[in-house]
């Protein structure tokens, strides 16, 4: 079984050394994503394309491989490719004709096609040759309306290496964009939302290295989800490369901003805290840009005059994807790559509330105002950040409980699937002699209300790392809980 990769065109149109440089780092990322899903891909690179080959005995894995592969940037398409073996192939167009009607014949019933043909090796005939017989031997079998060489409904695309004939049988689109680690890294300032988390996603998909950077003014709740979106967002998207997520304690920075700046500014002078702080957490990551989701006057603090206020701040350059973006686009765009239902159910925590916030800021004004703050207080919670890589940071986990683990539920126990409901649904959860609820990990503090603290519950998630941290919460509010895996 083979797959060829198709180049985002704006790679094609590089210069020969930087498009060989870009097709070499899609190839690493992929051999490194796919390795992950499973051992019998193998990868090869050409000037103009991917070739990805399942081995013998891994047909089972094509399902994770296609789902890799369109979460890959730098990918355009993927075409799943069938090849057959056609020994004397100049003498053989009837057996041609077959595997074409059987393969397109569904496809091009009524409509409008025409057959491609690319052709390499040693024949007795031409590719337009080929391209002709095919083309009357489906309109005599597979009731196509006819066939259109300029502008055809369905194309036909064969093609002929030596004796072995090949056909695309499937057609998947890519992400697009630049391969990751093509371009230089950046810090996103990431709170969970829509807009954060959109904007992390356009970085990932354009090439960048993308790290992130979360404030806390004040709740564990919301570092969990927030961690929770950005592993989801990495391992989406940017497994190819490590990354780092760091936490900064900003509860300080928020008390100090509430009792000395005047309300009208407090949103301006946070964000520009927040620049302030990024900016040197960059610069030990020797990362030279940071990203927000902030989109022209959205709010009060994105005006273009606050957001010139704001940048005053920082040497670094700060990149903005959703800068002209509609509100309702940005989440028609975060339904799209997965991250709506997270940014939803965001625990909101915001320690600065302005009741008549400046839209017009002065840079004079602003820093008088920044003029009674005390910096230690600023300089304090960046030397308390907390790095960790993103493949751990769901780990260790404060105020987290102990829980047990159990294969074998007890009579009366209820077990909560706390999976997705796209993963949920595609492996339900099913038991023979317990209760079994599904609800969301997202929505899982919400619905507590309706828990009933006499039973026991056993969590479950796919990895088992979520259900671990849930429970763990679960029980330091008086529940009582386990892990639910399956034996």
């Known amino acids: 079984m083979k797959f060829i990769v198709k180049l985002f065109p704006e790679i094609t149109i590089k210069s020969k050394p930087v498009r060989k440089r870009l097709v070499r780092q899609l190839r690493q990322n992929v051999q490194v994503v796919l390795l992950k899903e499973t051992e019998g891909a193998k990868v090869q690179e050409f000037w103009d394309k991917l070739e990805v080959r399942l081995l013998p005995g891994y047909e089972n894995d094509e399902a994770k491989v296609v789902d890799a592969l369109q979460r890959i940037p730098g990918i355009s398409n993927v075409l799943k490719v069938d090849s057959y073996e056609l020994e004397g192939i100049d003498s053989r167009f009837d057996d041609i004709a077959q595997i074409c009607a059987d393969t397109y014949g569904e496809q091009i019933k009524g409509k409008t096609f025409v057959v491609r043909v690319k052709r390499a090796g040693e024949h007795s005939f031409a590719s337009s040759e080929l391209e002709r017989y095919l083309g009357g031997a489906l309109l005599r079998s597979c009731e196509p309306e006819s066939v259109s060489l300029k502008q055809p409904d369905v194309t036909v695309k064969l093609e002929v290496r030596d004796d072995t004939l090949y056909t695309v049988s499937e057609r998947y689109e890519g992400l697009g964009g630049f391969p990751i680690g093509t371009q230089e890294p950046v810090l996103s300032l990431i709170s969970g939302g829509f807009d954060s988390t959109v904007s992390s996603y356009l970085t990932m998909k354009r090439g960048l290295k993308t790290h992130f950077c979360f404030f806390n003014l004040g709740g564990d709740a919301h570092e969990i989800g927030v961690k929770q979106v950005s592993l989801y967002l990495w391992e989406k998207y940017g497994r190819s490369h ?12 928020v008390g100090e901003i509430l009792k000395h700046v005047n309300h009208s500014h407090m949103g301006v002078v946070l964000k520009r805290m927040m620049v302030r702080a990024a900016q040197e957490i960059a610069k030990k990551m020797d990362v030279t840009a940071l990203v927000t989701g902030e989109s022209v006057a959205q709010v009060s603090s994105q005006t273009v005059t606050n957001l010139n206020v704001i940048d ?5 350059v700060i990149l903005r994807p959703l800068i002209t973006m509609d509100k309702l686009d940005i989440i028609r765009l975060s339904a799209k790559i997965g991250t709506e239902e997270f940014a939803k159910n965001m625990p909101e925590y915001c320690g600065v509330i302005s009741d008549k916030p400046t839209t017009c800021a002065k840079l004079a004004k602003v820093e008088e105002e920044e003029g009674n703050f005390d910096f230690s207080v600023l300089d304090q919670a960046i030397e308390d950040a907390v790095v960790k890589k993103i493949d751990q940071v769901m780990h260790q986990q404060k105020n987290v409980v102990d829980v047990d683990v159990t294969t074998l539920p007890k009579v ?8 997705g409901p796209e993963e949920a649904n595609k492996s339900p959860l099913t038991l023979t002699n317990n ?4 609800i969301p990990f997202y929505e899982l503090m919400s619905e507590t209300e309706r828990l009933d603290k006499a039973k026991r519950y056993l969590l479950f998630c796919e990895k088992g790392t979520m259900s671990q941290l849930h429970a763990s919460h679960l029980k330091g509010m008086d529940f009582d809980t386990a892990v639910f895996k399956l034996a």
């Open 435 to 438: 209760e079994v609820l599904h």
């Open 242 to 253: 490590r990354v780092h997520f760091i936490s900064v304690p900003f509860e300080g920075v």
């Open 412 to 419: 009366g126990d209820v077990v909560i699937d706390i999976r």
């Open 312 to 316: 005053r701040v920082s040497e670094t």
